[in-house]
């Protein structure tokens, strides 16, 4: 199989192409034929070696790589109540670790990593959906606002955000989103109930919106203690890539809710949740530009150049 990553880290120049054996699925595993692959932020960290340590020892070279979608390939034993089938339209999410990575032509995923793509999609819109879907889910999961509180989310443009302001609207929150002035449009039509101004003082404008403060935020656009003002007193804040907050909740009970995918990895029910709100166009497929496998290096300089709106994906 072929395979897009790293033996030496650094720039979006380093990234190559590799032959690696084929993999065989296990015991609840599927293998996958992977037709698209998206590529996120986290992705150009394994590149840039930023998680070195975490896969100090692993196999090289290093394959980045979240989101996949393609046909099931084969079934390993105890897979019957996966509902797959050999031939099956599916997206997964990866776990990447030292040479398992979504970018790669054939993958084995735990059969609860992997659903049936949304109908009526292509393979590059169906790879932009589990990884960030998840992230999304898992963060209102995590902040369990009841219907009709006040959810703010930063990073509204954005794959997370963008799925977090739809997936809230879903679930009866009132959404007040940031967006540039280009992107408030976009942002509206995602389903935000107020738009606001989006930069460092993002927090005063939620504020301004919201007098008694946002029950709950979704911190897509990373701000950190920035947003802190938004917040009413004993509101939740979901963060992602780990960021834990100050530890006194800025001295009026608001507490951080770190969220990391991983732990819905294998959450099938709620991928195939997100299959389902997809076809009932409750959820928004956003594909940026499309890539040929071997230009992975033309798609991360694009990702770091800024302003992608959806998702780029790789095709092998």
Known sequence: MRVVGVKEFGGPEALGVFELPDPVPGPGQVLVDVAAAAVNPTDTYIRAGARAEAMRGAPLPHVPGMDVAGTVAALGDGTAGSGLSVGDRVMGIV???????????????????????????????????????????????????????????????????????????????????????????????????????????????????????????????????????????????????????????????????????????????????????VERGGLTLRVADVFPAERAAEAHRRLEAGGTRGRLVLTF
């Open 95 to 277: 776990v990447p670790y030292g040479s398992h990575g979504g970018y790669s032509s054939r993958i084995v995923l735990p059969a609860g990593s992997v659903a049936p793509a949304p109908a009526g999609t292509e393979h590059v819109e169906a790879a932009t959906l589990p990884m960030n879907g998840l992230t999304a889910r898992l963060a209102l999961d995590t902040l369990a606002l009841p219907a009709g509180a006040a959810l703010a989310v930063t990073g509204a443009a954005g794959a997370f955000g963008g799925y977090v302001v739809q997936l809230a609207r879903a679930d009866g929150l009132r959404v007040v989103a940031d967006a540039s002035e280009a992107d408030e449009e976009l942002v509206r039509s995602l389903g935000a109930d107020i738009v606001v101004r989006r930069g460092d003082d993002v927090a005063d404008r939620i504020r301004r919106a919201v007098p008694e403060g946002v029950a709950g935020l979704a911190d897509g656009s990373v701000q950190g203690d920035l947003v802190l003002p938004a917040l009413a007193d004993g509101g939740r804040i979901a963060t992602v890539r780990g960021y834990a907050g100050p530890e006194d909740g800025g001295g009026r009970g608001v507490t951080w809710h770190p969220v990391m995918v991983r732990d819905y990895a294998e959450n099938r029910t709620a991928l195939d949740r997100l299959r389902e709100q």
